[in-house]
């Protein structure tokens, strides 16, 4: 089982930048694909983007791609989302997401075995 937090939200201007944290407990780690999903008022939970358990694998939506990036450490039982060229329509709750030995890319939340508590993103205009 592994327990999952993140931080790094908050409330940034068009254009600016976010770095979002997800820590993880447990000793396994290494062994969960991780992703990040978002969720904004009114919407369902949507893909953000998911990396394997090396980090030599990463897949995005194409609403974020070429704008984040994903990535862990996994000495420091931590991954994170690196948020440049941020819109208004990046405005929602962010949650990371853990993948028990998970083979394949995962997009969907119903995939996913563990869940932060999510942190807020809000970027005005």
């Known amino acids: 089982q592994v327990q999952l937090v993140e931080s790094g939200g908050g409330l940034v201007q068009a254009g600016g930048s976010l770095r979002l944290s997800c820590a993880a407990s447990g000793r396994t780690f290494s062994k969960y694909v991780m992703a990040w999903f978002r969720q904004a008022p009114g919407k369902e939970r949507e893909f953000v983007a998911t990396?394997?358990?090396?980090?030599?694998?990463?897949y995005y939506a194409d609403s974020v791609k070429g704008r984040f990036t994903i990535s862990r450490d996994n000495a420091k039982n931590t991954m994170y989302l690196q948020m440049n060229s941020l819109k208004p329509e990046d405005t929602a709750v962010y949650y990371c997401a853990a993948l028990f030995a998970g083979t394949r890319v995962a997009t969907t939340p119903d995939e996913y075995d563990y869940w932060g508590q999510g942190t807020q993103v809000t970027v005005s205009s």
């Open positions: 990396i394997s358990w090396s980090g030599g694998s990463t």
